[in-house]
Structure formats: C-alpha cells, structure tokens
C-alpha cells in the first residue's frame, strides 16, 4: 500500500466512521493539526476529530501528492454543516500505517 493509498483509506474510513480500519492505519506516534486542533496525538485525534464526519454534506480529495520521501499533501473541499464551505490542505505523515 502507498502512502497516499493510506491517506485515501483514512478519509474513506474517517467518512463511514469505521474507527477499527483507522485504528489499523494511523500509527501510534500521529501527529494531527487542523484550524481547531494543532498538533494533537492519536488519542486525542479519535477522542475530538473522528466522530464528527456527521458535520460534512460533502467531502472528497481534490489533490493527494507524494511530498517527500515519507507524506503526502491532501486537499479536501469540505461542505460543512455549520459554515460556509471550505477548502483545506493537509500535510499528512505517509508513514501511518503501523
């Protein structure tokens, strides 16, 4: 599997809220930053970020690039629920998988 086939396979596990697939491919050292979130560990991340896919109409990959050696680049439009549409970049460590 491909770094960037582990980023696909943890959004689509993120969107069906299959916490057991996602436990399988984020490694136990996951470093996750959002707009609300900078820098939360594993833990932190299936505590605060993985039960709300419930908020998003829409979300799909617009790009997901190797960069480096290791990660990937991921932008995401997402159609939030509670806001105004919105686009964002990612910057995702390809080694996820444990």
């Not at 770094?3 to 396979?9: E, S």
């Not at 996951?30 to 707009?35: A, G, I, M, Q, R």
């Not at 829409?58 to 629920?81: K, M, N, W, Y």
Request: aromatic share 8%; hydrophobic share 35%; charged share 35%.
């Amino acid at each position: 599997m491909t770094n960037t086939d582990i980023v696909r396979a943890c959004l689509e596990s993120y969107l069906a809220q299959d916490r057991e697939a996602a436990e399988r491919l984020i490694a136990d050292d996951y470093v996750f930053s959002s707009p609300q979130d900078d820098r939360i560990d594993r833990a932190a991340f299936f505590e605060r970020c993985f039960p709300t896919a419930h908020r998003f109409r829409t979300q799909e990959i617009l790009h997901l690039v190797p960069a480096g050696s290791d990660d990937v680049f991921v932008r995401v439009p997402a159609d939030d629920r509670r806001a105004l549409p919105q686009r964002r970049g990612e910057h995702r460590p390809g080694r996820q998988h444990q």
